[in-house]
């Protein structure tokens, strides 16, 4: 269970604090709520305790776990994708449902590629754009380091 003042993670949404854990009624069923505010933009989110894990919300990885993401960002490691861009948007959509930070990472890598290789469609870019941030987030709040010493890794 997490505290208030927890940094964590949640899917699609990034980097959070747990600002309470309250009681509500909501459709006629108590349960305790995480009341999380993100780090990047001004949006909050209710995530029921029960459900916090079966939904992705996790704690922020250490520095570890940072460093061997960067050291994937700086390899030539790449995963193979499908040329259809309809089947590569729903792969990548679901590797960031998932939250986990090398599947995040992994989706801004192939993202990166094709997009100097043949383009990003509108979809593509967006959804790039939001891993980017979701990424940058993580890999600042784990590492205590600036967002400028992971933009080259990200693409900016």
């Known amino acids: 269970m997490f505290q208030i003042g927890d940094l964590v993670c949640y899917p699609m949404h990034g980097v959070g604090v747990v600002e309470a854990i309250e009681e509500r009624s909501i459709l006629g069923e108590q349960m305790q709520y995480y009341m999380l505010r993100f780090v990047m933009g001004r949006m909050t989110a209710m995530v029921p305790v029960a459900t916090a894990e ?13 460093a061997k993401v960067v050291d994937y960002l700086k390899s030539d490691d790449v995963m193979d994708e499908s040329d259809n861009w309809n089947q590569r948007y729903r792969d990548n959509l679901d590797k960031l449902r998932i939250g986990d ?11 990166i590629r094709r997009d100097r290789e043949k383009g990003l469609s509108a979809g593509e870019r967006k959804m790039y754009l939001t891993a980017r941030q979701v990424l940058l987030a993580e890999l600042t709040a784990s590492s205590g380091k600036e967002e400028d010493e992971f933009l080259p890794l990200v693409g900016g």
């Open 101 to 111: 930070i090398f599947s995040v990472a992994e989706v801004v890598k192939c993202l």
């Open 54 to 66: 079966s939904v992705g919300l996790r704690a922020l990885v250490d520095e570890e776990v940072c």
